[in-house]
T-cell receptor, first 112, second 114 residues
């Protein structure tokens, strides 16, 4: 049972434009949502998180939006850079942080 | 130091071998995790140690045996593995006390079972 889903396995964007990565979840009890970036042969790198009591969190070029009624979150990257090309995983967890549920990942390619 | 280190980077072992994977962090984190990741799949949680005690075992076969000798170290002992256990094994750690949701991952150990 996939509690966190990323329905787009891949996305291509021109350099300088906005990248929007989407994620849906099924469990309304999740307290925190996170985005991770993963390069081949490396572990995931934490990018940005958002608490379930917020609807937006911004960190530099990265903004995460949370729509609790739709059980949907998205990651916006503006402007996109070639170095952003990687696989992006969204994840969700309860308030203990012990149980993490990862989405299946979206491979982002930023075209120079 | 915001790094989680894992050794070895690559490991090839036969089905009768015994080997260990090691993970270390010096960020003072009190929770540590083992994940298994197959190609093109998300990481799957295997074990969670919280304050050096095993708090979650996700029904992992006994041929995988975790150990947490102290708050900075996490081992995964492997014995009698199967070829389908070949995967990337990721270690992660997170702060306790309200920031447990931030997990920092190591680079992983690429395991091949022959």
């Amino acid at each position: 049972d996939q509690q966190v889903k990323q329905n787009s396995p891949s996305l291509s964007v021109q350099e300088g434009r906005i990248s929007i990565l989407n994620c849906d979840y099924t469990n309304s009890m999740f307290d925190y949502f996170l985005w991770y970036k993963k390069y081949p042969a490396e572990g995931p790198t934490f990018l940005i998180s958002i608490s379930s009591i917020k609807d937006k969190n911004e960190d530099g070029r990265f903004t995460v939006f949370l729509n609790k009624s739709a059980k949907h979150l998205s990651l916006h990257i503006v402007p996109s850079q070639p170095g952003d090309s990687a696989v992006y995983f969204c994840a969700a967890t309860g308030n203990t942080g012990n149980q993490f549920y990862f989405g299946t990942g979206t491979s982002l390619t930023v075209i120079p | 130091d915001t790094e989680v280190t894992q050794t070895p980077k690559h490991l090839v072992m036969g089905m009768t071998n015994k080997k260990s994977l090691k993970c270390e962090q010096h960020m003072g984190h009190r929770a540590m995790y083992w994940y298994k990741q197959k190609a093109k799949k998300p990481p799957e949680l295997m074990f969670v140690y919280s304050y050096e005690k095993l708090s979650i075992n996700e029904s992992v076969p006994s041929r995988f045996s975790p150990e947490c000798p102290n708050s900075s170290l996490l081992n995964l002992h492997l014995h009698a593995l199967q070829p389908e256990d070949s995967a990337l094994y990721l270690c992660a750690s997170s702060p306790g006390q309200g920031r447990t949701y931030e997990q920092y991952f190591g680079p992983g150990t690429r395991l091949t079972v022959t």
